[in-house]
């Protein structure tokens, strides 16, 4: 097996470049063979592509056991990957890193875990669906509530119950925010703007009468 030589101070320290795959035999370099922290070289016993191999071969013994479809393999040119969950060919550089798969890519491409999170945040903060956000939105006319301008984008609720309101504009949402969802102080705001609010009055030193 081949070595490579690193020289720290007067020490001469010896890393293996490349392994053995216990089934192929094959020697190949250690990023063909995927992590694995129980073993001593930190590393699995077959590449990737064996392992990949027989996953593939195991996956179609226990569907074909079960009298379950069995999914066709798909030509992938090199540098590419099948996302099983949108069913397009996407390059390497679509998916994110994942040390311990077969072939180190994740299972779904960047685009499909990022829809799949917004799914869940919405799910787990709102309790509402993609297609319940998307019937409240159109209740609203397609435009924030507020403003009944902008596209509505964020979902707005009450932070003592948590009851959904309506979807905001960003700016709107923002404003709501900005003041503290109060809405005495919302509509102390709207006299200011309107220029009917009232000023408070000093009645003693460090002391103000707020109107009625």
């Not at 690193?6 to 063979?33: H, Y």
């Amino acid at each position: 097996m081949p070595f490579e030589l690193k020289v720290t101070g007067e020490i001469v320290v010896g890393e293996p470049s490349a392994k053995e795959c216990g089934k192929c035999g094959r020697e190949l370099p250690l990023d063909a063979f995927a992590r694995d922290r129980n073993r001593r070289d930190g590393l699995q016993a077959y590449c990737r592509q064996c392992v990949a191999e027989y996953s593939a071969a195991h996956y179609r013994r226990r569907r074909e056991a079960m009298g379950k479809a069995v999914r066709e393999a798909v030509d992938v040119p090199a540098g590419h990957k099948l996302c099983r969950t949108c069913g397009e060919i996407r390059p390497h550089s679509d998916w994110h890193r994942n040390s311990t798969a077969s072939d180190g890519l994740a299972t779904r491409c960047k685009a499909c875990r990022a829809v799949q999170g917004r799914q869940g945040h919405l799910k787990r903060q709102y309790g509402l669906t993609e297609t319940e956000r998307d019937e409240l939105v159109a209740s609203q006319g397609g435009v924030c509530c507020i403003c009944l301008a902008a596209v509505p984008a964020h979902v707005d609720h009450c932070h003592e119950t948590g009851r959904v309101r309506g979807v905001l504009c960003f700016s709107c949402n923002a404003a709501l925010g900005q003041l503290k969802d109060q809405p005495e102080v919302i509509r102390r705001a709207a006299a200011y703007v309107e220029g009917n609010a009232w000023k408070p009055t000093l009645v003693a030193p460090g002391v103000y009468q707020l109107p009625s």
